[in-house]
């Protein structure tokens, strides 16, 4: 299974960058234009097609994620998702596997804080089997003792080795603990250790019939099909799965006004290089007010987006005393999310000197904004970047995937880039100046051993 860290890294870019509309035609009227319709049982569904390889990208995404999981039971949608792959009443533990395998194709799956998805990539007459497989586990999995004391051992040990062995990732946690006072993304998608350790099959049974319901999924098909022939094979395979419990609405703890700005230190020996991030909490695409979320996605851009940024051309560049210096904002989140600057030294460098040449560049923008010119061609970065999605299916599947997942639509992404072309200079210059604060901020800090206490 592909790990939430690693997924993240390639797909909030994908997010962040390629909220386009639809794939533009090709040699057919209907190529690219995305439908979506809604099964009997409430199953979402959302094709786009792309004709122009006999390829299909398939995913199932559950409106479900860490940040939903019951207090005390952290880990239990990323540990569900291993479950997944056991037996069923109809098939044997690693037969869809081997399946997808036989045929040349490829299939995984992952969890992050406000969703779960599973995912195939195979030739389009593979479909239905792929649908078949995927409606099966959906309610028919094989929950005894064994399978989940064996799963169970499986996601200890990717603890272990993923966080607990890794001195960025246990930073990460604890940046996350304490930057997020109230809200569940301070938990860890893959759950805390004491909490994993006593899950049981009673907590996944409970978790299942729940939330791996049609009514709580979103199914998306890119690649060479037709709409009409998927929901054909939908209403064949998902449509007669029965309609589960309705759901109350996803409402989560809210996280408190912040006034004070907070340190996380970790001293490693294996650290050879330190860095440093400053994150602040900042409204997503689903929480903010019209032309935010886009003003912090290109403040992102023009700030530490790439190689022409602020922080790059500054630090890197012109200074030379960072081996890296970036920003980010993750936007496609259901509730508040946080908007990221990190750096790390080159050479002789302090990590004091690049921490302090990177809140200047961010002083600036909230104080003297950007340039006009600045302004369009991270528009231009923005909306042409559809061109590159458009060769992927995969990101095309994600970006609807993860858009609908967190209560946006169709339309939201079709309209996109419309809204990004609107949004001013003064309304980045504002944003920034409005969450900003580096007194309402959290910075972590990665140390080698002998820079303790410096």
């Not at 291993?82 to 109809?90: C, E, G, I, S, V």
């Not at 399946?99 to 195939?120: H, K």
């Not at 709580?216 to 998902?238: I, M, Q, S």
Request: charged letters at 25%.
């Amino acid at each position: 299974m592909t790990s939430q860290a690693e997924w993240l890294r390639g797909t909030l870019l994908a997010l962040a960058l390629v909220m386009t509309g639809p794939v533009l035609a090709d040699n057919k009227p209907e190529d690219g234009k995305v439908t979506n319709f809604l099964l009997d049982n409430g199953m979402e569904v959302v094709v786009i097609p792309d004709h122009r390889a006999p390829i299909v990208t398939h995913m199932v995404w559950y409106k479900i994620g860490s940040a939903d999981e019951p207090p005390g039971k952290s880990g239990i949608a990323h540990f569900f998702e291993h479950l997944m792959f056991k037996a069923t009443t109809n098939h044997a533990a690693g037969a869809f596997d081997r399946v997808v395998s036989a045929i040349g194709g490829s299939n995984n799956a992952f969890t992050s804080y406000d969703y779960t998805a599973f995912y195939e990539t195979v030739v389009p007459q593979a479909l239905e089997q792929m649908m078949d497989f995927e409606a099966d586990r959906m309610r028919n999995l094989i929950l005894n003792d064994d399978v989940i004391a064996t799963e169970r051992d499986v996601i200890l040990e990717e603890r272990r080795s993923r966080i607990d062995s890794n001195p960025q990732a246990v930073l990460g946690e604890e940046v996350d603990a304490t930057l997020w006072q109230n809200q569940p993304y301070r938990i860890p998608v893959i759950g805390w250790m004491q909490e994993m350790e006593k899950l049981n099959r009673a907590d996944a049974k409970a978790f299942y019939d729940k939330y791996y319901t049609p009514n709580n999924a979103v199914l998306v098909v890119a690649g060479d099909v037709e709409p009409k022939v998927v929901k054909a094979l939908a209403e064949r395979t998902y449509g007669k799965i029965a309609r589960g419990p309705d759901l109350p609405p996803r409402i989560r703890p809210v996280e408190p006004e912040q006034n004070t700005r907070r340190t996380v230190t970790l001293t490693d020996a294996r650290v050879s290089v330190p860095n440093f991030s400053t994150q602040w909490v900042v409204p997503s695409y689903h929480t903010a007010k019209p032309g935010e979320a886009e003003a912090l996605d290109l403040l992102a851009e023009i700030l530490g987006g790439g190689s022409r940024s602020r922080l790059h051309q500054q630090l890197v560049v012109k200074q030379g005393i960072a081996a890296e210096a970036g920003a980010f904002f993750q936007g496609t989140m259901l509730d508040a999310t946080n908007f990221t600057v990190y750096g790390a030294p080159r050479g002789d460098a302090k990590l004091a000197d690049v921490q302090a040449a990177i809140e200047v560049e961010v002083a600036r923008i909230a104080k003297d904004g950007v340039t006009s010119g600045e302004l369009e061609k991270a528009k231009d970065r923005f909306v042409r970047s559809m061109i590159f999605a458009r060769d992927k299916q995969d990101s095309m599947a994600n970006i609807y995937g993860a858009t609908l997942a967190t209560g946006g639509s169709v339309r939201d992404v079709e309209e996109w880039p419309g809204r990004i072309r609107k949004v001013t200079a003064d309304e980045v210059r504002d944003i920034a100046a409005r969450y900003l604060n580096l007194n309402h901020s959290t910075s972590g800090y990665l140390l080698p051993q002998t820079q303790a206490g410096n």
